[in-house]
C-alpha cells in the first residue's frame, strides 16, 4: 500500500521561471491538499483539491494554481518564480468521510519537494 | 484572521523527564486538533490527535489535552526518549476545513 507520493524530491529554478509539482495520494485517499513549509516553520496551507476542483485555499497569491485528476492526483504550479517561494512544498492526502463536523480524515504527508529559486 | 499559537519555540529535557507544549488557536469553530512529529529530513507524520468531543487522549506515553472553552490544546510526552528528539506541531482544523499549523517546537531530549 502505497503512501503519499511526490515528484521531484529536489528542484532548482531560476527567478521568473515556472515549476509543476506532482503529487500521488495515499491509496483510498481521495482529497490533495498543498502546502508550503519555509526552514524552521510550520507547514502554510496553499489549497485542498476534491473531486477535480479547488474545495479551499489559503492566503496565496494566484501565480499558485493546482489541478486535480479524475485518479486523485494532483499537480501545484507556480508561475513567476520569486527567491522568496524558496521551500519545501508538502502534499498530503485525506479521504472525505461526510459532510459535518468530520468531514476529513487525518492528514497524511509525502515527503515534499525542496525547491530552490536562484 | 485564523491562527494557531505554539509555545516553546524551543524545549530541552532531560531523559525520562516529561514534556509539555502548548497551543491556542483562534477559530472557536475548531474541532479537530491533530499533532505531528517531523524529524530532520522527514515528512511530518500524525502521532495523535483528538476531536472537541472529548477533553484527554492517550496513546502510550503520549496524551493530548483540549480545553474548548480557553480554545487551548497541549501535548505531553512521559518518559521521554533521544528518539523523541524532533520538531512538533500541533495544528487546528477551522470551519472552512483548513488544517492550519503552528510554527513547531523543537524538542531536544538531552542524555
Known amino acids: 500500500d502505497a503512501g503519499v507520493t511526490q515528484s521531484p524530491t529536489h528542484l532548482i529554478k531560476t527567478r521568473g521561471q515556472q515549476v509543476t509539482l506532482r503529487c500521488s495520494p495515499k491509496?483510498?485517499?481521495?482529497?490533495v491538499s498543498w502546502y508550503q513549509q519555509a526552514l524552521g516553520q510550520g507547514p502554510q496551507f496553499i489549497f485542498q483539491?476534491?473531486?477535480?476542483?479547488?474545495?479551499q485555499r489559503g492566503n496565496f497569491p494566484d501565480r499558485f494554481s493546482g489541478h486535480q485528476f479524475p485518479n486523485y492526483s494532483s499537480e501545484l504550479n507556480v508561475n513567476a518564480l520569486l527567491l522568496g517561494d524558496s521551500a519545501l512544498y508538502l502534499c498530503?492526502?485525506?479521504?472525505?468521510?461526510?459532510?459535518?463536523?468530520?468531514?476529513?480524515?487525518?492528514?497524511?504527508f509525502g515527503n515534499g519537494t525542496r525547491l530552490t529559486v536562484t | 484572521g485564523e491562527n494557531v499559537e505554539q509555545h516553546p519555540s524551543t524545549l530541552s529535557v532531560q531523559e525520562g523527564d516529561s514534556a509539555v507544549i502548548k497551543c491556542t488557536y483562534s477559530?472557536?469553530?475548531?474541532?479537530?486538533f491533530p499533532w505531528y512529529k517531523q524529524e530532520l529530513g522527514k515528512r511530518p507524520q500524525l502521532i495523535i490527535d483528538?476531536?472537541?468531543?472529548?477533553g484527554e487522549k492517550k496513546d502510550q506515553r503520549i496524551a493530548v489535552t483540549l480545553n474548548k472553552t480557553a480554545k487551548h490544546f497541549s501535548l505531553h510526552i512521559t518518559e521521554t526518549q533521544p528518539e523523541d528528539s524532533a520538531v512538533y506541531f500541533c495544528?487546528?482544523?477551522?470551519?472552512?476545513?483548513?488544517?492550519?499549523f503552528g510554527k513547531g517546537t523543537r524538542l531536544h531530549i538531552l542524555p
Open positions: 498530503a492526502s485525506s479521504f472525505m468521510i461526510g459532510t459535518g463536523e468530520q468531514d476529513n480524515s487525518p492528514l497524511h
Open positions: 491509496s483510498g485517499h481521495d482529497t
Open positions: 483539491y476534491y473531486e477535480e476542483e479547488e474545495r
Open positions: 477559530d472557536s469553530a475548531s474541532n479537530y
Open positions: 483528538i476531536r472537541s468531543n472529548v
Open positions: 495544528a487546528a482544523e477551522n470551519r472552512d476545513d483548513k488544517i492550519i
